[in-house]
């Protein structure tokens, strides 16, 4: 079966980075567009960055300029930079990939468990 692992998250103050990386993992042809998505507590889940299979990328507003979103596709990895962090940056982060599978004709969106960002000082 497929697996998306994310791995990066922790405990950061603010101003500070992480990088997060997400690898795929499994019997895959290939994977279009590869995410990140976060939610807070008692917020709803929300796009943070995405990036299609080239270097075409879109962000939240709330994170332009402070977080990059790029890919090793010979890896089949997804990486999220995350720069300048803020308290309300605090979230859990999920992977997501659309993946196109062996015995299927169509792609299917996959997601991984989830790592926990906390920024505090």
């Known amino acids: 079966q497929v697996q998306l692992v994310e791995s990066g998250g922790g405990l950061v103050q603010p101003g500070g980075s992480l990088r997060l990386s997400c690898a795929v993992s499994?019997?895959?042809?290939?994977?279009?567009?590869m995410g990140w998505y976060r939610q807070a507590p008692g917020k709803e889940r929300e796009l943070v960055a995405v990036?299609?299979?080239?270097?075409?990328?879109n962000y939240v507003e709330s994170v332009k300029g402070r977080f990059t979103i790029s890919r090793d596709n010979a890896k089949n990895t997804v990486y999220l930079q995350m720069n300048s962090l803020k308290p309300q940056d605090t979230a859990v982060y999920y992977c997501n990939a659309r993946i196109l599978r062996y015995y299927s004709g169509d792609y299917t969106t996959y997601w991984g468990q989830g790592t926990q960002v906390t920024v505090s000082s």
């Open positions: 990036i299609a299979r080239g270097v075409n990328t």
């Open positions: 499994g019997s895959i042809v290939s994977i279009s567009n």
